[in-house]
C-alpha cells in the first residue's frame, strides 16, 4: 500500500484537497473522510480555533501529524476508524493562556487501531487541560495515548485520559502513558488516566508520572558550561522530542523546534 504525503499550513488550504480523501466544513466542524484502501500521511498546522471529524474507512492507515502554534484555542477533534483500519494522530501543542483540548475517538471496527501522542509545552500563567478518551465499540480493538508535557513558569497542565472497553469487545487492547515534568516552583501539573473495562478477555494498562527536573541532570550540564536556560531548552526538546515521529518532512521538524525554543524563552 503506497503512503501519499501531505503538508497543509493552514485548514483553509485542506478544503481545496480531493484526493484520496475529501475534507468539508458544514456548521463550524472541519470533516476529513479518509477513502478505503489508501495509506496517507497529513500534516496541519492549526493556528485558530477548529472543531474536527476524521473518519478513516475499511483497511486504512492515516498518520496525522497536528502542529499547534501559540494562537489555537480550545481544539475538539471527534473520529471513527473502521474495520481493519488505523489512525496514528500526533500533536505538538505550543498553545498560549486558558485551553481546554478535548477528543474522542471511536474504535468502531474489528481490530481497529488507534494511536495518540501528545507533546505539549507550557509556560508563562498558561493554564491547559487535554481530555482524551478512546471508546472501544468493536472487538480485536487496540488504543493507545501516550501525553508528554512541560510545565514551567507559573503554568498549569493537565492530561486526562479514558479508555473505554464495552461488553463483548473481546481480546481489545488499551494502553495509557501519561508524563509531565514542571520546571519552577509555581508550575503545576495533573496527570489522571482511566479506564473503564466492561469484559474480561481484554487487557488493559495505564500510567502516570509527575515530578520536578532532575536537579543532577541540572547540575551535570550546567558544570559544563551551559547556563541554566540553555540545559533546560536541551531536557524539554529531549523530553518532546519523541512527537517528531509524526512528522516526516523536514520544514515541520524545523517548525517545532523553533516553536520550542521560542516557549522556552
Known sequence: MPENNFVFNSVSSALSQENFFTVSEKEGVITFEVESGNELSIVLEINEPHKFFFHVKRDTVLHLGLIGDHTIKDLKINGIIDENSEIYLYFADFSSEKNDFSWEFELAGKNAKG??????????????????????TGSGTYGLTDCYGVAKDDSFLSFYGNGHIYKGRTESRSVQNCRIMVFDENSHGVVKPVLQIDDNDIEASHSAILGKINPDQMFYMTSRGLTEQMAKELITYGYLRPILNGFSDEESQNKIQSLIEEKMA
Not at 115 to 133: C, E, N, P, T, Y
Open 115 to 136: 494511536v495518540f501522542k501528545v507533546a505539549s509545552l507550557s509556560s508563562g500563567k498558561d493554564s491547559k487541560r487535554f481530555d482524551i478518551l478512546v471508546n472501544h
